[in-house]
């Protein structure tokens, strides 16, 4: 089965520092793979999708990256802030084609100390 | 206002109880999910539909149904709960075209005594 794994632990940065978190996939390389930002006692919200034939994609602060060798995706948050601070949750399609439906990891909670 | 809503937002029921969670939108997308969410278990697909007519099982549909009244409207039901049932449940859209886009509901925090 597809499976997509996150860091457990926590990630503790200073603020302006960049915060980098990993997203790692089994098997097929995903369509593509999106991210979401999570308050707590609130509903994901979408930052991010990166194609699989795309390298990185930029948005302000934020950048993906897609290695289909290391079947990985990195999430960046350049220059930090303490408003930052959020679980972040990565997410796949199922397969190598679009079929609606997302698989998600556990997410990683990032806290940016000011 | 919300584009995806959902009631109530919380909810304290006892084992045996028959619950349902209601999800309404207002973004126009066919496409319906129902979700849950356990600490360290990020977030698992209970039951998805597609369009009106349609209504396929998730990862995790044992002890849930669905009802799909119209293109805006997803319920969840739990015929009989059960503690373990205890979690957070969420309901998202997302458009036919494009790469599956997910918007969330706000969450309803769901308690099984």
């Not at chain 2, 977030?43 to 998805?48: A, F, G």
């Amino acid at each position: 089965s597809q499976k997509i794994e996150q860091n457990s632990e926590a990630l503790n940065i200073q603020e302006g520092k960049t915060a980098t978190l990993t997203c790692n996939y089994t098997n097929y390389s995903p369509a593509y793979l999106q991210w979401y930002r999570q308050d707590p006692g609130r509903g994901p919200v979408f930052l991010l999708l990166i194609r699989e034939n795309e390298k990185e994609k930029r948005k302000e602060r934020l950048k993906v990256t897609f290695d289909t060798t290391l079947k990985q995706s990195l999430f960046h948050i350049t220059a930090s802030q303490p408003a930052d601070s959020a679980t972040y949750l990565c997410a796949r399609a199922p397969g190598s084609s679009n079929t609606g439906k997302l698989i998600f990891g556990q997410g990683t909670t990032l806290q940016v100390k000011p | 206002d919300a584009d995806v809503t959902q009631t109530p937002r919380n909810r304290i029921t006892k084992t045996g109880k028959r619950i349902m969670l209601e999800c309404s939108q207002t973004k126009g997308h066919d496409r319906m999910y129902w979700y849950r969410q356990d600490p360290g278990l990020g977030l698992r697909l209970i039951y998805y539909s597609f369009d009106v007519k349609d209504i396929n099982k998730g990862e995790i549909s044992d002890g849930y149904s669905v009802s799909r009244q119209a293109q805006a409207k997803f319920s969840l039901s739990l015929e009989s709960a059960i503690p373990n049932q205890t979690a957070l449940y969420f309901c998202a859209t997302s458009a036919t075209s494009g790469h599956n886009e997910q918007f969330f509901g706000p969450g309803t925090r769901l308690t099984v005594l």
